[in-house]
Nanobody
């Protein structure tokens, strides 16, 4: 019903910035919440940030608050994650996700649609 494709990952030095994009297609108006998750080697998939369809409400993990900014452009059907002041601990595969319904949660299994992931590597 909804297809998601991430892009924008790459290699960057600590303190640098990257901007991730998530292009959505299909019945995107049925997804009230969209978010970003990440998974590092040896770690479980974790919540990074989420945003409502209107973009009026956002939620951030404590580890990225103040450094990352989530946004969406509903005309382009694209969600973004601006990542500043990157740290080696941010190194992970980043995934775009979307959730149907009007209930909110940070648990990955609550999200119905997922992208393929884009790798972000931050060097020391």
């Amino acid at each position: 019903q909804v297809q998601l494709v991430e892009s924008g990952g790459g290699l960057v030095q600590a303190g640098g910035s990257l901007r991730l994009s998530c292009a959505a297609s299909g019945r995107t108006r049925t997804t009230y919440f969209m978010g970003w998750f990440r998974q590092a080697p040896g770690k479980e998939r974790e919540f990074v940030a989420a945003i409502t369809w209107s973009g009026g409400i956002t939620d951030y993990a404590d580890s990225v608050k103040g450094r990352f900014t989530i946004s969406r452009d509903n005309v382009k059907n694209t969600m973004y994650l601006q990542m500043n002041s990157l740290k080696p601990e941010d190194t992970a595969a980043y995934y775009c996700a979307a959730k149907s319904g009007d209930t909110y949660g940070r648990t990955p299994r609550l999200y119905d649609y997922w992208g393929q992931g884009t790798q972000v590597t931050v060097s020391s």
